[in-house]
């Protein structure tokens, strides 16, 4: 199963996909966050043919979720109507932050930190295959 990883911002949405069998996230590109952004991002689950969205969910230490989600949900409900995909959400918490980490301060963190949440969901629902061949751990 293909996926879409999206880190939601209110100038900048950071894009992600999968490989073809769900378990590795890559960053694929930053759109501005304009008027067609549901119809952009629509355009480009065909293209790309996905088969599930992912949307990071955005909370505080308190686990209470932050002001901008009164923003995606709402977003996120309209996506999912416009694909006719099934979404789920997943805990963003520092992936921003650790995007510009590990490759510093530039244009592609957006895209980079969705894919830093799309892999969490990945390895969330996808079993471990480390050890499926009955190999013993180094």
Known sequence: ?????????????????????????????????????????????AKERIQAIVVGDSRDNRNQANPIMSVVIPFSEELKHATGLPLSFMNEA?????????????????????AIVLQSYLDRVNPSTFLDNDDEAL
């Open 94 to 114: 520092f992936s921003s932050r650790e995007a510009m980490h590990v490759q510093g301060d530039n244009a592609h963190n957006d895209a980079s930190a969705a």
């Open 1 to 45: 199963m293909k996926y879409l990883g999206i880190d939601y911002g209110t100038k900048r949405v950071g894009i992600a996909t999968s490989d073809d069998s769900g378990r590795m996230a890559f960053p694929l590109c930053v759109l501005p966050n304009t008027k067609t952004l549901i119809d952009d991002i629509a355009a480009l689950c």
